[in-house]
């Protein structure tokens, strides 16, 4: 195997500060730029990252040594990418929208029906039974129960009468100790 160019050496130590040498595939090439600068390209093989690129922007100076500019992990052309960012605003939108839509093909799915329910109960039995702390009407929460704690009962709970008669965490303050 050939010895590293001083470019190439100088941009596996750059990544090697960054990312583990485990981390750094096979050479895949140096290329000039137009504005004078050097990439060198290496494939990663981190997990989780298949078809991205190591690349590491130089410059190099006549008579000097390779300096380092920038260091990053590019996606290639066969990278899992995630999809496009959208705004919060669009996609509340298409969530309220979704939701209409929804409504409306359950509200033409009941027509005028008894609106009874699969257990036989009439919708307005049900919303009866929801507790007025769920808030969201299903399951999720129960009476303001999160994971099996009563968050309101946390609030009613009446403080311990032994909680002002904490033992000290130091019996003494030593005083000129060695």
Request: aromatic residues 4%; charged residues 35%; negative net charge.
């Amino acid at each position: 195997m050939p010895e590293p160019t001083p470019r190439v050496s100088a941009a596996r130590a750059a990544l090697v500060e960054i990312t583990p040498d485990a981390t750094i595939g096979r050479l895949l090439g140096e290329a000039v730029e137009e504005d004078g600068s050097i990439t060198v390209t290496f494939d990663s093989a981190l997990a989780g990252y298949p078809g991205w690129a190591w690349t590491v922007s130089l410059a190099e100076i006549d008579g000097e040594a390779p300096t380092v500019l920038e260091a990053e992990l590019l996606p290639g052309d066969g990278a899992l990418l995630a999809p496009d960012w959208v705004p919060w605003s669009e996609r509340l939108a298409e969530y309220k929208a979704a939701q209409e839509a929804q409504n409306a093909s359950d509200a033409a799915d009941d027509g005028d029906a008894d609106d009874e329910d699969l257990d036989g109960d009439s919708e307005d039995e049900d919303e009866d039974e929801l507790d007025e702390d769920d808030v969201l009407g299903n399951d999720v929460l129960h009476g303001g129960d999160l994971d099996g704690v009563d968050i309101d009962d946390l609030d009613e709970q009446e403080p311990d009468d032994d909680d002002d008669e904490r033992e000290p965490v130091f019996d003494e303050v030593g005083e000129g100790s060695d």
